[in-house]
T-cell receptor, first 112, second 115 residues
Framework: AQSVTQLGSHVSVSEGALVLLRCNYS??????LFWYVQYPNQGLQLLLK??????LVKGINGFEAEFKKSETSFHLTKPSAHMSDAAEYFC??????????FGGGTRLMVKP | DAGVTQSPTHLIKTRGQQVTLRCSPK?????VSWYQQALGQGPQFIFQ???????QRGNFPDRFSGHQFPNYSSELNVNALLLGDSALYLC??????????????FGPGTRLTVL
């Protein structure tokens, strides 16, 4: 069975600081990996996805993530946080099937 | 280009009632998936519809059922509502031909409250 673990349900950073949101997965087959963002009272918006091409994936709004097979990780980073980045972030894995399996989410808070 | 739309936005029901939620996929998409997101948790996969048939199902009881219409829109039905069914229900659409790498685009969700 595939699963996703997001370390840290809440992360707080200062505006302009590095953002690091952690995601580890378990999968019996090479996975496809996704990061989604959810703003209050809204659906999910795709930030980026890994589909076995380049291991460093660049997404929207300055976010990027690196797939590390040896560590089974797909951490999300952004060099400089902005107030508008405050939201809930979800890592998801999609193996050979069609369903997405999500982690529990990390709420990012950005302090002025 | 319209994205994924869902109706209604909010819904309040009482225990034992039945509810129907609706979803229209993004233009050009033919596959619809439904997810349940309880408060403070990540979305959980309910099922997926393609070519008007349920193709894959998550760990949800038979009280949860669905339908896909020829225009690719979809409904989620929940019978005999329980308090624990209170959640945000998300619909996502994708294109079958794009395969497993395709992005699932999510709608804004329907907030269901069961009293």
């Amino acid at each position: 069975a595939q699963s996703v673990t997001q370390l840290g349900s809440h992360v707080s950073v200062s505006e302009g600081a590095l953002v690091l949101l952690r995601c580890n997965y378990s999968s019996s087959v090479p996975p496809y990996l996704f990061w989604y963002v959810q703003y209050p009272n809204q659906g999910l918006q795709l930030l980026l996805k890994y589909t076995s091409a380049a291991t460093l994936v660049k997404g929207i709004n300055g976010f990027e993530a690196e797939f590390k097979k040896s560590e089974t990780s797909f951490h999300l980073t952004k060099p400089s946080a902005h107030m508008s980045d405050a939201a809930e972030y979800f890592c998801a894995v999609r193996p050979a099937g069609n369903m997405l399996t999500f982690g529990g989410g990390t709420r990012l808070m950005v302090k002025p | 280009d319209a994205g994924v739309t869902q109706s209604p936005t909010h819904l309040i029901k009482t225990r034992g009632q039945q509810v129907t939620l609706r979803c229209s996929p993004k233009s050009g998409h033919d596959t619809v998936s439904w997810y349940q997101q309880a408060l403070g948790q990540g979305p959980q996969f309910i099922f997926q519809y393609y070519e008007e048939e349920e193709r894959q199902r998550g760990n949800f009881p038979d009280r949860f059922s669905g339908h896909q219409f020829p225009n690719y829109s979809s409904e989620l039905n929940v019978n005999a509502l329980l308090l624990g069914d209170s959640a945000l229900y998300l619909c996502a659409s994708s294109l079958e031909l794009a395969g497993a790498t395709d992005t699932q685009y999510f709608g804004p969700g329907t907030r269901l409250t069961v009293l």
